[in-house]
């Protein structure tokens, strides 16, 4: 599996970014695709994660009610729709593949990661 994360940039507090992350397999309804962060200086965390199966997403409680995931299962791609952005939302966004039914913190494939810098 591959995946391709785009859709980061500069943005000023308060504003919105939607990261894409497209997949490149024939079986995307066997994988959980999750968007994890890493700050400088800080270890990767998970932000959010969507079961591509049965659409049931989780997020982190940092950006629960400000970002929403979602999945388009013909285009094979899982969107992440950032709003009130925050500074402490600087990041590298990195978005993962884990194989249906086991954690999205059990990560099988990482796709190269999007810059998020939010301006205060």
């Known amino acids: 599996v591959q995946l391709q994360a785009s859709g980061g940039g500069l943005v000023q507090a308060g504003g919105s970014l939607k990261l894409s992350c497209a997949a490149s397999?024939?079986?995307?309804?066997?994988?959980?695709i999750g968007w994890f962060r890493q700050a400088p200086g800080k270890e990767r965390e998970m932000v959010s994660c969507?079961?591509?199966?049965?659409?049931?997403?989780s997020y982190s409680d940092s950006v629960k009610g400000r970002f929403t995931i979602s999945s388009d299962n013909v285009k094979k791609t899982v969107f992440l729709q950032m709003n009130s952005l925050k500074p402490e939302d600087t990041a590298v966004y990195f978005c993962?593949?884990?194989?249906?039914?086991?954690?999205?913190?059990?990560?099988?494939?990482w796709g190269k990661g999007t810059q998020v810098t939010v301006s205060s």
């Open positions: 993962s593949a884990s194989y249906y039914g086991s954690s999205c913190y059990v990560v099988d494939y």
């Open positions: 397999t024939s079986r995307f309804d066997d994988y959980a």
């Open positions: 969507i079961s591509s199966r049965d659409r049931v997403a």
